[in-house]
């Protein structure tokens, strides 16, 4: 009796949870959607009604006034010795290149005149009074949403008391980071009034996506765009698109300027710091090259151990999901790919890029490169100012040869600028002891730009509008669409593919199809390498053993390495001060506490050594101008 | 019996199908998943970028949908009967959904026509009721998640075998003397110990022996360097290493191999025996206030005889629950001793695909330790009627 009570009881949840997860309607293959929804007739779009206090530029200028930046560094970073050194003005760090500061325009900690800007924005604080108030009696109550890391709640806690001692009170929410991070909530759906996370600084600085006008996320345009401030400075908006169409640097540079000078005006966003990052190793272990834009590992053909050892041991907290660039953006994979160096033909030091495979950069300059005049016509697929690939119609806006954005009026042609641009290889060999052809260039092409890949963006693909294969040199030409001024125009897009390798079910590589490549232990876990170090076993859970690619034309110091996963970084601390590990990278070590634990014992025993120093990541609060 | 044993069946196939149900709903409506961080790469992604995205993970197709992919790996497509599609303008789920100027809704569904094109076979599961446990989406992305479960299963066995068998050893004499010996100055002394040993988290017991018998067991050792340490973590070393001045060990020799499961068994020993002992002792005490108990005394029977044979006997009875409740831990490893030590076990395996939303690695971990669960419960309710001729099912 009580089995069929427990029965029906089941069955009735499982019915009541089918019905309540199938709500959709059904409706014949092509039906159009029915038109002006609720959500539509029903008044104002969401995130289109300016926020009551945080709308005003005086509290935002005084918000930034009373955070003691170099306090919240100091809580955080305890062992850092001049915190100022992470102190950010920008969204660039000092040492970037398009850096031209100081923008003296952001404010930084000064409470008096954080105190006196609110007061003249008329938020008073009366005397004994813990929160200001404005002429109508109204809290000055602001919510502060971040993830629940302790690192964040630790700089926040002094954040919070700054601006409580200038009369602000927070609300804080630590959210978990899949919520705060997740696609459909939190920061995705702007849903904070002051929010904090981190960006991660890249070479080319980027942004479009962060302050351009287009790119404020909207139930209207599918929340799309990552200006989650909704911040619409049309001086700043029209420089970042700028900044990313423009192929020479110095005109970037003054384009990036003006956008960090509005930036610093509008105080739409808070730059708190620059992140510090902290890398181990054993005294034992010569050859590091710390760098905040490149992987550690990309040198370490050059790393050496001074007791004559043959073997490095790497410390990783995290075992690579695949070694297969096209699906995985983890740093532990990337740092194996380095090594193995099956993934980008140049590199990014200090900033900047050099080249790896590639002959040289392709600048214009290098005469590798050309900028050609080209009449676009009705029909023809080009970039628009928003950076898609589209017809040219009418109504369509793109930029002309000189840049300026135009209408196309669906008759009179276009001058656009097309990029043409040959990336030219130098020889080299697979770890199987195949020379590397055009074909496994030409693969990478094929598969890269298939949608059934798994890859996560086509946009390299996208812009392209032909590539002729050389038949006899190791070369290959891209003819971007009209309109694209990719600023890393001179970078390969293209890293090759072992095109002649025989996968397990007897099949060649360059036979199989696109959607299969993420399936196969021959690409992501055993792939070919061209790079110094290949990869001999993977231990699931425990190491990915690497050793020298007898084929590689350069010179290898070291011949053996192993990547060991370690799960947790006291463990990895503990590994590297017992000598089972060689080298923690800053994904592993991070800026914890057990830094101060490597700094102790790098200081008694000397057996460690370490670098501490900024990263290309920084913390900042978004201040959301609009409210729900 | 026989229809005890047919009524606890179908029980435990109604168990797992509602935990298995009801753990796809709770990881479908948890927030975060595999597209977590997507919107954090400072890069232009657009709706449909997503939408594609999306349906890598089949994150377009309704739950139930996935669940039943998942669980018996259908619908695959149109059911096809005399040649003729049925249902194939059943919508699956939605690939992209419509703004609301558009209306809201959905602008583009998943028809049932469209799933071998969409979601194809080959990256799909056969069900997971036919074996197939999938491919994991994040920790091994498309690697199969049985080949994951499979490269970690040893390591976890070989620890939780080791430990169970020595905090057994240890913990049955230990509870039995201390009851034998109540508010003895040794009951007193292991009552405590015992308290503290299952009041502190594994993960104290963890960072404290490291910290001592490799941290300071190191700084010791630069001064005597006779004085050993013992390996942190990971299973096996992966080059030579020294111990002490006095011993070089190999990696993967079998004392590297001991040298590393010391910290991390002694762990999981220290909370076994603390736990189980003290279980004992209360269970003992109980048997020897019986009135057999006495009898046998009186009757003149020896202590080691009234002990061991009339009152051990009966004091175990409720310690098979729990010892057959280890079963599933076999499986299922215990997460925070592995991710403390770095030892490549199930547990690991899965605080990681939680961590990450590798929700084909968590639900196959969870469906598996339930069904070891139910048939471990099970087969402790038939060993109580085995070992005590009073039960009756």
Same mark, same amino acid.
């Given at each position: 009796m009580k089995t069929k009570k427990f029965l029906v009881l089941a069955l009735l949840t499982i019915l009541a949870l089918v019905v309540s997860a199938c709500a959709a309607p059904a409706a014949a293959p092509g039906a159009a959607p029915a038109a002006g929804g609720e959500a539509a007739s029903s008044g104002a779009e969401e995130f289109t009604t300016p926020h009551p206090i945080l709308s005003d530029v005086k509290v935002r200028q005084a918000l930034a006034y009373c955070i003691d930046r170099e306090a919240l560094i100091a809580s955080v970073y305890p062992y850092v010795e001049d915190g100022a050194e992470l102190l950010m003005d920008s969204f660039l760090p000092k040492t970037h290149w398009a850096y031209v500061g100081p923008y003296t325009d952001l404010p930084m900690y000064d409470p008096d005149a954080g105190k006196a800007l609110l007061d003249e924005a008329g938020w008073t604080q009366a005397d004994g009074a813990p929160v200001r108030t404005n002429a109508a009696g109204d809290s000055l109550v602001l919510k502060f949403t971040t993830t629940s890391a302790q690192f964040r709640q630790t700089w926040s806690a002094v954040m919070i008391q700054n601006l409580a001692d200038c009369g602000v009170q927070i609300i804080p929410t630590y959210a978990p980071a899949s919520w705060w991070f997740g696609d459909t909530t939190g920061l995705a759906r702007r849903d904070f009034e002051l929010g904090a996370f981190a960006w991660v600084g890249q070479t080319e600085p980027a942004g479009r996506s962060l302050y351009a006008c287009d790119q404020i996320p909207l139930p209207s345009n599918n929340w799309e765009g990552q200006n989650y401030m909704g911040w619409c400075n049309e001086t700043a908006s029209k420089a970042i698109v700028q900044a990313t169409n423009t192929l020479l640097r110095e005109d970037r540079v003054a384009a990036y300027d003006t956008v960090q000078q509005e930036f610093a005006k509008d105080v739409v966003s808070i730059p708190v710091f620059q992140r510090a990052e902290a890398e181990a190793w054993s005294s034992n272990l010569t050859g590091i090259l710390p760098d905040a834009t490149e992987y550690a590992t990309t040198n370490l053909a050059e790393w050496a151990l001074a007791d004559g050892g043959d073997t490095i041991v790497i410390g990783m907290t995290q075992e690579p999901d695949s070694?297969?660039?096209?699906?995985? $953006?983890?740093?532990?994979?990337?740092?194996? #790919?380095?090594?193995?160096?099956?993934? #980008?033909?140049?590199? &990014?030091?200090?900033?900047?890029?050099? =080249?790896?495979?590639?002959?040289?950069?392709?600048?214009?300059? $290098?005469?590798?490169?050309?900028?050609?005049?080209?009449?676009?016509?009705? @029909?023809?697929?080009?970039?628009?100012?928003?950076?898609?690939? =589209?017809?040219?119609?009418? @109504?369509?806006?793109?930029?002309?040869?000189?840049?300026?954005? =135009?209408?196309?009026?669906? !008759?009179?042609?276009?001058? *656009?600028? &097309?990029?043409?641009?040959?990336?030219? *290889?130098?020889?080299?060999?697979?770890?199987?002891?195949?020379?590397?052809? +055009?074909?496994?260039?030409?693969?990478?092409?094929?598969?890269?730009?298939?949608?059934?890949?798994?890859?996560?963006?086509?946009?390299?693909?996208?812009?392209?509008?032909?590539? !002729?294969?050389?038949?006899?040199?190791?070369?290959?030409?891209?003819?971007?669409?009209?309109?694209? &001024?990719?600023?890393?125009?001179?970078?390969?897009?293209?890293?090759p593919y072992p095109s002649q390798r025989v996968i397990s079910d007897g099949r060649v590589l360059v036979d199989v199809p696109a959607a299969e490549w993420a399936t196969l232990p021959e690409v992501t876990e055993m792939p070919l390498s061209w790079g110094p170090y290949m990869v001999k076993e993977w231990n699931k859970g425990q190491s990915i053993v690497l050793e020298a690619n007898p084929y590689y034309e350069g010179d290898v110091t070291t011949p053996n390495v192993i990547f060991v996963f370690v799960a947790d970084t006291n463990q990895a601390v503990a590994q590297l001060l017992n000598g089972d590990v060689d080298y923690l990278d800053d994904s592993t070590l991070g800026a914890g506490a057990e830094v101060q634990t490597v700094i102790d014992a790098a200081n008694s025993t000397g057996n460690v050594q370490y670098e501490i120093s900024g990263s290309a990541t920084w913390e900042h609060i978004d201040i959301n101008l609009f409210t729900k | 019996m026989t229809a005890y044993l047919i009524r606890r069946l179908f029980q435990m196939v109604i168990v797992v199908f509602v935990v298995s149900l009801f753990m796809f709903f709770l990881f479908n409506i948890a927030p975060g998943g595999p597209l977590t961080g997507l919107q954090q790469q400072q890069r232009r992604i657009t709706p449909e970028e997503k939408a594609r995205i999306r349906a890598q993970y089949e994150l377009d197709l309704y739950w139930p949908v996935r669940y039943t992919r998942w669980l018996v790996g259908q619908p695959q497509g149109p059911l096809v009967i005399g040649g003729q599609e049925w249902f194939a303008n059943v919508p699956m789920g939605c690939y992209l959904e419509a703004t609301p100027e558009e209306g809201g809704g959905c602008a583009d569904y998943v028809y049932l026509s469209e799933m071998p094109e969409l979601h194809p076979p080959i990256k799909s599961s056969r069900g997971i009721l036919f074996g197939d446990f999938g491919n994991s989406?994040?920790?091994?992305?498309?690697?199969?998640?049985?080949?994951?479960?499979?490269?970690?299963? *040893?390591?976890? =066995?070989?620890?939780?075998? +080791?430990?169970?068998?020595?905090?057994?050893?240890?913990?049955?004499?230990?509870?039995?003397?201390?009851?034998?010996? &109540?508010?003895?100055?040794?009951?007193?002394?292991?009552?405590?110990?015992?308290?503290?040993?299952?009041?502190?988290?594994?993960?104290?017991?963890?960072?404290?022996?490291?910290?001592?018998?490799?941290?300071?067991?190191?700084?010791?050792?630069?001064?005597?360097?006779?004085?050993?340490?013992?390996?942190?973590?990971?299973?096996?070393?992966?080059?030579?290493?020294?111990?002490?001045?006095?011993?070089?060990?190999?990696?993967?020799?079998?004392?590297? #191999?001991?040298?590393h499961l010391l910290m991390p068994v002694a762990v999981l020993t220290i909370f076994s025996v603390a736990a189980w002992s003290r279980f004992l002792r209360s269970s003992m005490l109980e048997v020897l206030r019986q009135d057999y108990v006495r009898t046998a005394r009186a009757k003149g029977l020896v202590e080691r005889l009234v002990i061991n044979k009339h009152a051990l006997r009966n004091a175990l009875i409720p310690f098979i629950t729990i010892l057959v409740l280890q079963i599933p831990i076999f499986?299922? @490893?215990? +997460?925070?001793?592995?991710?403390?030590?770095?030892?490549?076990?199930?547990?690991?395996?899965?605080?990681? !695909?939680?961590? #990450?939303?590798?929700?084909?690695?968590?639900?196959?971990?969870?469906?598996?330790?339930?069904?070891?669960?139910?048939?471990?419960?099970l087969l402790g309710d038939i060993l109580y009627s085995v070992v005590d001729p009073r039960i009756r099912y």
């Open positions: 070694l297969w660039a096209t699906i995985s $953006s983890m740093a532990a994979s990337a740092l194996v #790919r380095m090594a193995i160096d099956n993934e #980008r033909t140049w590199t &990014q030091y200090d900033y900047d890029f050099q =080249v790896r495979l590639q002959t040289e950069l392709s600048t214009l300059e $290098s005469g590798l490169a050309a900028n050609n005049d080209v009449e676009a016509n009705a @029909g023809d697929t080009v970039y628009n100012t928003a950076g898609e690939p =589209v017809a040219l119609e009418e @109504g369509v806006l793109v930029f002309d040869k000189d840049n300026n954005e =135009v209408t196309f009026d669906g !008759a009179t042609a276009v001058p *656009m600028k &097309q990029l043409v641009v040959t990336y030219k *290889m130098n020889p080299f060999t697979w770890s199987d002891g195949t020379p590397g052809t +055009i074909a496994d260039f030409e693969l990478a092409r094929t598969i890269d730009c298939d949608p059934d890949s798994g890859a996560t963006t086509f946009t390299t693909c996208e812009s392209i509008q032909d590539v !002729a294969w050389s038949a006899d040199a190791l070369e290959y030409t891209v003819t971007y669409l009209p309109g694209v &001024q990719t600023p890393t125009y001179f970078l390969a897009p293209f890293a | 989406t994040v920790v091994q992305a498309g690697r199969p998640v049985w080949d994951l479960l499979a490269s970690r299963l *040893m390591a976890t =066995v070989e620890l939780q075998v +080791i430990s169970l068998v020595l905090a057994l050893v240890i913990a049955i004499p230990l509870g039995i003397y201390s009851a034998v010996n &109540q508010y003895s100055k040794f009951d007193y002394t292991f009552t405590t110990a015992a308290f503290v040993g299952s009041s502190m988290p594994t993960f104290f017991f963890g960072l404290l022996f490291i910290l001592l018998f490799t941290v300071l067991a190191g700084r010791a050792q630069e001064v005597w360097p006779w004085w050993p340490t013992l390996p942190p973590g990971l299973r096996e070393a992966v080059r030579p290493y020294d111990v002490a001045s006095w011993l070089r060990v190999q990696p993967g020799t079998p004392l590297d #191999r001991f040298l499986f299922a @490893g215990a +997460i925070v001793t592995e991710t403390v030590f770095a030892w490549p076990g199930m547990g690991r395996l899965y605080f990681d !695909a939680l961590n #990450r939303s590798d929700y084909n690695i968590a639900l196959a971990f969870i469906y598996v330790t339930t069904i070891l669960t139910v048939v471990a419960t």
